[in-house]
């Protein structure tokens, strides 16, 4: 739709804020879906893999880059999600690890 000849922004989705938040983190390489699949938010046309939001919980599944603190990525990712989900419990859960990219 477009107003004046301009096109209107298209609303981002929770689960796309909490993706791109998520992945700037530093230590976390991927989200994971879970070991069958099973972590995943759906909205119209698809599928984000390695988020699952509800009413009153966030699960994220991660792969962590090696060599980075688990505990402390985990906790800043736990921190991220927190302050775009207020009042919401965060569960994150390291399913994997990454080799760490070129220098």
């Known amino acids: 739709m477009t107003l ?4 209107s922004p298209v609303p ?6 909490l993706v791109a938040a998520v992945l700037a983190v530093p ?3 991927a989200l994971h879906p879970g070991m069958f699949g099973e972590v995943g938010t759906y909205l119209p046309g698809r ?5 699952r939001i509800t009413d009153h919980t966030v699960d ?7 060599g980075v603190a688990v505990r402390d990525t985990a906790a800043a990712v736990r ?8 009042g919401a419990t965060v ?5 994997d690890v990454a080799p760490a990219g070129p220098p």
Request: proline share 5%; hydrophobic share 55%.
């Open 27 to 29: 230590g976390v390489a």
């Open 60 to 66: 994220v599944h991660l792969v962590v880059v090696f």
């Open 47 to 51: 599928r984000i893999a390695g988020i």
């Open 79 to 86: 921190a991220t999600v927190a302050a775009l989900h207020p």
């Open 91 to 95: 569960n994150v859960t390291v399913e």
């Open 4 to 7: 004046g000849g301009a096109a």
């Open 12 to 17: 981002q989705e929770p689960a796309d804020r």
